[in-house]
């Protein structure tokens, strides 16, 4: 009687282990089809043999019992691809030799940071992506002579496609006596959550060196402090030594609520330095 009621114990909390187990690894979602319009941003014309890689936002622990579709295609001669994905906010990234890299673009609109919401309202695509022809962009910050202080970039999204002018990838900035840089910018200069190639100089044509040591250093050079890619990309960077860098680092962060040496961004501090 007793090794029988073991044996049925047993087997009650063996099940139960199992659909534990069932229910940790399996995902619940719905999945969706979507077609995909890929163009060249500044021919308008569409891009065959784009590759199209959809990725996930969740991170997967362990293995599922049912993992979403995974898609690796390439797009038709009219520029297109249809595939099925999972509501587990799917990401595309395309590639194309001799174009830059659309890396992990939100497939949903409310998810997005880099497109205007037209390009998710497109006739018969779903979402329409423009891609750019290397070389990567460049943006030089043009700053007063003897400029020392803070900068705060801002990104404002643009509906165009052309920065300017077609082909041009070389861009430059001025900042003004207060810091602040607003720059309407195409998918050309934000479709990256953050500016690639960010360069400085002075009016009279000196270098501002780049620095993102947080060691002593002398060096007038230009320091990122904070980088913020959404919901649209704003950077606060400073130009000076790294004594500015320390008292701006230290007027833009909090100590954490977790506890111990964890700081974070304060975001009043933030949004002060782009007048919000």
């Not at 943006?139 to 082909?167: C, K, M, N, W």
């Amino acid at each position: 009687m007793t090794g029988r009621f073991v044996r049925a114990v047993l087997l009650v909390l063996a099940a139960a282990g199992i659909a534990v187990l069932l229910k940790t690894c399996t995902l619940s979602y719905s999945v969706n089809q979507v077609t995909l319009a890929v163009i060249d941003a500044e021919t308008g014309l569409p891009l065959a043999d784009v590759q199209v890689r959809v990725g996930y936002t969740i991170v997967m622990l362990w293995p599922v019992l049912n993992p979403p579709p995974r898609v690796d295609m390439r797009t038709d001669s009219e520029g297109r691809s249809t595939f099925r994905v999972a509501d587990l906010r799917p990401r595309v990234t395309l590639s194309l030799q001799g174009y830059r890299e659309v890396f992990q673009l939100p497939l949903d609109a409310s998810d997005c940071y880099a497109l205007p919401s037209a390009f998710y309202e497109h006739s018969e695509a779903d979402l329409t992506v423009p891609l750019y022809r290397l070389p990567e962009p460049t943006v030089t910050l043009v700053f007063p002579d003897g400029y020392r202080g803070h900068v705060a970039v801002e990104l404002a999204p643009s509906a165009e496609l052309i920065q300017e002018v077609a082909g041009r990838r070389e861009f430059e900035f001025e900042v003004g006596k207060d810091g602040l840089v607003r720059i309407e910018a195409t998918p050309l200069l934000c479709l990256q959550e953050t500016l690639l190639d960010l360069t400085a100089r002075f009016a009279g044509g000196v270098r501002l060196p780049r620095c993102h040591t947080f060691e002593p250093d002398a060096t007038i050079a230009l320091r990122p402090v904070v980088h913020m890619p959404r919901p649209i990309l704003r950077e606060v960077l400073v130009v000076g030594d790294s004594a500015d860098f320390r008292r701006l680092h230290d007027e833009l962060h909090r100590p954490s609520p977790n506890g111990g040496d964890a700081v974070e961004v304060d975001m009043r501090a933030f949004e002060a330095y782009f007048g919000r």
